[in-house]
């Protein structure tokens, strides 16, 4: 988790007119970070106010996608 939240932090800081989402995608994007590390960093590093609880599922669904995203040459 402490990763993410200096990977987030370092993307936030090069992109300021980025939003949260974005900047956390771009944080976890390649990396392998597992969905309860995921689901943490969604809940500590996004505020509420800014999705509807019932999208939550979805977006942590596309982080996950994300940060298991295949290399070329991966099958």
């Known amino acids: 988790m402490k990763n993410i939240r200096a990977n987030y ?6 992109n300021p007119n980025l939003g949260t989402y974005p900047c956390l995608s771009q944080a976890v994007k390649g990396r ?7 689901v943490k960093a969604f809940n500590e590093l996004i505020p509420e106010s800014e999705y509807a609880k019932d999208e939550s599922k979805g977006l942590i669904d596309h982080l ?4 298991n995203l295949a290399e070329e040459g991966e099958n």
């Open 32 to 38: 392998r970070f597992s969905r309860k590390s995921l």
């Open 64 to 67: 996950e996608y994300l940060t």
């Open 9 to 14: 932090r370092k993307v936030q800081t090069c």
